[in-house]
């Protein structure tokens, strides 16, 4: 019975974290049209500069989230009270921490806010807004304990569907503001707003199914505790911060190289592609347990369900990229208009990264899902490293292209370096050019599908 139960939570946690991401897509299609026909693409790029610049602020926790959990799962399975609430008053403490450290940093960026998005309004009014990105960002930290409690006993379902919640509250209360009021400020205050009644809808439900857990008295953390929180927490500054400057800092040096009002065009396409790789992600981040479970239990199996998975991954990058590469043009059109229509060899940059982005995930889960974080704490900090100097460079020479070339070379060291070493050749204690053959004869195949693709299509154009 107890074996049935896990499967079926773990249904509902795949089924309902997909309907919420795919109905935070389409909400955020529908309200970046408005956006756009109330406010104009400067303020579009000015709204997707902000929200990345904010999206750093938000690892200001280093991984403190994830390691709690981790302890909370534990402490769960043991049923100790005690030790729930302990972890619970500690995380409580580092939020309130967490929420302070924001505001700080946010308070010593506003200084250079107005020369990050070029003088394109007042100070002042640059600085309003960047006050409710600040304050909204903070805000996503209060309240948070409590909810880690959901992750740690396996009911994800339930933040899926009160994020789902929140997706349909946000999407309408920013539409009905910009429609009746063209005001941006208004439209910042409806995104905070929502994000407040998440919180405290999270915070009540956590608090109403684990009352007598949370009515326990904490006792002292024990050392180890301690000294595994912290142990996590350092891999995670590691792989947080790297991963924020790999597949967060296109905007930044767009609008430090091109302009805000560049970023307003490729945010367009952005929130097409981090929707696709956010549905890919959950697909694979789901089975992680399982991969964990089969790891232990059936080592000598490992080796061959790894290739099942990167090939199951590679048929899913293919399309995923495929897909948007002939669809995204159209899409972009009836969608917005022509004019938002990005030039074909940015949208075959945006393409090829898109593939190595979806093919990362399930060499990624199974390193993940065996306990590889510390040891390739370093990858990371390399792969940024790769992609600022390249994407400088490139960009110097081939102009916005360059910026999404720089990309894709940070994202082919993890290919050609970081999954080899770290995946084949420790965990599955397999030659590293095993892996550089699988990915070469991969990408070799999805390259022959994209051209023939491309002829079709073209073909399909001219008799049409």
Same mark, same amino acid.
């Given at each position: 019975?107890?074996?049935?139960?896990? %499967?079926?939570?773990? %249904?509902?946690?795949?089924?309902?974290?997909?309907?919420?991401?795919?109905?935070?897509?389409?909400?955020?299609?529908?309200?970046?049209?408005?956006?756009?026909?109330?406010?104009?693409?400067?303020?579009?790029? @000015?709204?997707?500069?902000?929200?990345?610049?904010?999206?750093?602020? &938000?690892?200001?926790?280093?991984?403190?989230?994830?390691?709690?959990?981790? +302890?909370?799962?534990?402490?769960?399975?043991?049923? /100790?009270?005690?030790?729930?609430?302990?972890?619970?008053?500690?995380?409580?403490?580092?939020?309130?921490?967490?929420?302070?450290?924001?505001?700080?940093?946010?308070?010593?960026?506003?200084?250079?806010? !107005?020369?990050?998005?070029? *003088?394109?309004?007042?100070?002042? *009014?640059?600085?309003?807004?960047?006050?409710?990105?600040?304050?909204?960002?903070?805000?996503?930290?209060? &309240?948070?304990?409590?909810?880690?409690?959901? *992750?740690?006993?396996?009911?994800?379902?339930?933040?899926?569907?009160?994020?789902? #919640?929140?997706?349909?509250?946000?999407?309408?209360? *920013?539409?009905?503001?910009? @429609?009746?009021? +063209?005001?941006?400020?208004?439209?910042?205050?409806?995104?905070? #707003?929502?994000?407040?009644?998440?919180?405290?809808?999270?915070?009540?439900?956590?608090?109403?199914?684990? $009352?007598?857990?949370?009515?326990?008295?904490?006792?002292?953390?024990?050392?180890?505790?301690?000294?595994?929180?912290?142990?996590?927490?350092?891999?995670?500054?590691?792989?947080?911060? =790297?991963?924020?400057?790999?597949?967060?800092?296109?905007?930044?040096?767009?609008?430090?190289?091109?302009?805000?009002?560049?970023?307003?065009?490729?945010?367009?396409?952005?929130?097409?592609?981090?929707?696709?790789?956010? @549905?890919?992600?959950?697909?694979?981040? /789901?089975?992680?347990?399982?991969?964990?479970?089969?790891?232990?239990?059936?080592?000598?199996?490992?080796?061959?369900?790894?290739?099942?998975?990167?090939?199951?991954?590679?048929?899913?990058?293919?399309?995923? =990229?495929?897909?948007?590469?002939?669809?995204?043009?159209?899409?972009?059109?009836?969608?917005?208009?022509?004019?938002?229509?990005? =030039?074909?060899?940015?949208?075959?940059?945006?393409?090829?990264?898109?593939?190595?982005?979806?093919?990362?995930?399930?060499?990624?889960?199974?390193?993940? $899902?065996?306990?590889?974080?510390?040891?390739?704490?370093?990858?990371?900090?390399?792969?940024?490293?790769?992609?600022?100097?390249?994407?400088?460079?490139?960009?110097?020479?081939?102009?916005?292209?360059?910026?999404?070339? #720089?990309?894709?070379?940070?994202?082919?060291?993890? +290919?050609?370096?970081?999954? !080899?070493?770290?995946?084949?050749? @420790?965990?599955?204690?397999? !030659?590293?050019?095993?892996?550089?053959?699988?990915?070469?004869?991969?990408?070799?195949?999805?390259? =022959?599908?994209?051209?023939?693709?491309?002829?079709?299509?073209?073909?399909?154009?001219?008799?049409?």
């Amino acid at each position: 019975m107890k074996e049935l139960t896990s %499967k079926a939570l773990l %249904k509902r946690n795949i089924l309902l974290a997909l309907i919420a991401n795919a109905t935070l897509m389409l909400a955020n299609f529908f309200t970046q049209r408005v956006f756009v026909d109330s406010l104009g693409v400067e303020f579009l790029g @000015l709204n997707s500069l902000f929200s990345s610049i904010t999206s750093v602020l &938000l690892m200001a926790d280093f991984g403190l989230g994830a390691a709690i959990v981790f +302890h909370l799962y534990k402490a769960l399975h043991e049923k /100790s009270a005690e030790q729930v609430a302990s972890l619970l008053k500690f995380y409580q403490k580092a939020c309130r921490i967490v929420s302070l450290i924001i505001l700080g940093l946010g308070l010593i960026l506003a200084i250079f806010i !107005p020369r990050i998005a070029d *003088q394109m309004l007042p100070t002042g *009014q640059l600085l309003l807004y960047w006050a409710l990105f600040i304050f909204n960002a903070a805000l996503s930290y209060s &309240l948070v304990f409590r909810r880690s409690l959901l *992750q740690a006993d396996r009911h994800n379902y339930i933040i899926s569907a009160v994020h789902t #919640g929140y997706a349909v509250v946000i999407c309408i209360a *920013q539409i009905t503001v910009l @429609l009746t009021t +063209h005001d941006y400020v208004w439209f910042l205050v409806a995104m905070v #707003g929502s994000r407040l009644a998440e919180n405290l809808a999270l915070d009540y439900l956590a608090r109403h199914r684990y $009352a007598a857990m949370l009515a326990a008295t904490p006792v002292a953390l024990p050392a180890p505790v301690k000294k595994d929180i912290r142990q996590r927490m350092r891999a995670s500054v590691f792989h947080n911060s =790297a991963a924020y400057v790999v597949l967060g800092s296109d905007n930044l040096l767009i609008s430090l190289l091109f302009g805000v009002s560049a970023v307003g065009y490729y945010a367009n396409y952005y929130v097409i592609i981090n929707a696709l790789q956010t @549905l890919t992600s959950q697909a694979f981040s /789901s089975i992680a347990a399982h991969i964990g479970h089969f790891s232990l239990k059936y080592p000598e199996r490992l080796l061959d369900a790894t290739r099942r998975l990167i090939d199951l991954n590679t048929v899913v990058a293919i399309f995923v =990229a495929c897909g948007f590469y002939f669809l995204s043009r159209p899409f972009i059109t009836i969608w917005l208009g022509g004019d938002f229509v990005l =030039a074909n060899s940015i949208v075959l940059a945006l393409t090829f990264n898109l593939y190595l982005m979806c093919a990362r995930f399930a060499p990624m889960t199974v390193m993940t $899902a065996n306990g590889v974080v510390y040891q390739n704490r370093f990858v990371p900090i390399a792969e940024a490293v790769i992609n600022i100097v390249a994407s400088l460079a490139f960009a110097a020479c081939f102009g916005l292209v360059g910026i999404f070339i #720089g990309t894709i070379c940070s994202n082919l060291f993890l +290919h050609l370096y970081s999954f !080899p070493k770290y995946l084949f050749e @420790l965990v599955l204690h397999r !030659p590293r050019r095993e892996y550089l053959r699988i990915f070469a004869w991969r990408l070799t195949i999805a390259v =022959a599908v994209w051209l023939v693709l491309y002829h079709l299509v073209g073909l399909f154009n001219r008799l049409s």
